[in-house]
T-cell receptor, first 108, second 116 residues
Framework: RKEVEQDPGPFNVPEGATVAFNCTYS??????FFWYRQDCRKEPKLLMS???SGNEDGRFTAQLNRASQYISLLIRDSKLSDSATYLC?????????FGTGTRLQVTL | NAGVTQTPKFQVLKTGQSMTLQCAQD?????MYWYRQDPGMGLRLIYY???????DKGEVPNGYNVSRLNKREFSLRLESAAPSQTSVYFC???????????????FGPGTRLTVL
């Protein structure tokens, strides 16, 4: 089993739609979780950290389910500019493990 | 602030050639990292430097060496390039070492390397 698994997509959604991505992780001792965004042929950039109680940043909501070992990212009111690959990142002690990413394409 | 800069942006090598990828950050960060990104594999850590003067192996160190030249600069060297090293290489930096807090890693724009 991969340490961090994501559905590669692509998720094709119309502008204004709500879309959700899940990410599962294998190590129950993992302590910190993040979502990074990577535009095509660009570097990854931090989108948001994921806290145990869940957290929201504008149209983006991240949640953590430790019992089932997954994190999720919800994007409301999708914009064309949200088109990108979303990387799930899990920190276990001193190690960061990156998922392969979920590609989102928002269309008119 | 430029953030994290990398040179070169693109490079084509022949098998057996050597080269050094340069990375510099102007955020006064303590920790720096080298990753490679391959299709379907996610980012994988090659080497990191938790602080000036220290370097440690990551997940895929074979075939690479690194030098933390000073607090700003962290270089990655391929002594004898192989086709399996064809990849996109990202340098990153963070305020604290990995595992300490929830520090964001800031990435450079990447180097696209092809080994023929």
């Amino acid at each position: 089993r991969k340490e961090v698994e994501q559905d590669p997509g692509p998720f094709n959604v119309p502008e204004g739609a709500t879309v959700a991505f899940n990410c599962t992780y294998s190590n129950s001792a993992s302590q910190s979780f993040f979502w990074y965004r990577q535009d095509c042929r660009k570097e990854p950039k931090l989108l948001m950290s994921v806290y145990s109680s869940g957290n929201e940043d504008g149209r983006f909501t991240a949640q953590l389910n430790r019992a089932s070992q997954y994190i999720s990212l919800l994007i409301r009111d999708s914009k064309l500019s949200d088109s990108a690959t979303y990387l799930c990142v899990v920190q276990t002690q001193s190690k960061l493990t990156f998922g392969t990413g979920t590609r989102l394409q928002v269309t008119l | 602030n430029a953030g994290v800069t990398q040179t070169p942006k693109f490079q084509v090598l022949k098998t057996g050639q050597s080269m050094t990828l340069q990375c510099a950050q102007d955020m006064n960060h303590n920790s720096m990292y080298w990753y490679r990104q391959d299709p379907g594999m996610g980012l994988r850590l090659i080497y990191y430097s938790a602080s000036e003067g220290t370097t440690d192996k990551g997940e895929v160190p074979n075939g690479y060496n690194v030098s933390r030249l000073n607090k700003r600069e962290f270089s990655l060297r391929l002594e004898s390039a192989a086709p399996s090293q064809t990849s996109v290489y990202f340098c990153a930096s963070s305020e604290s070492p990995p595992g300490v807090g929830r520090d964001e890693q800031f990435f450079g724009p990447g180097t696209r390397l092809t080994v023929l």
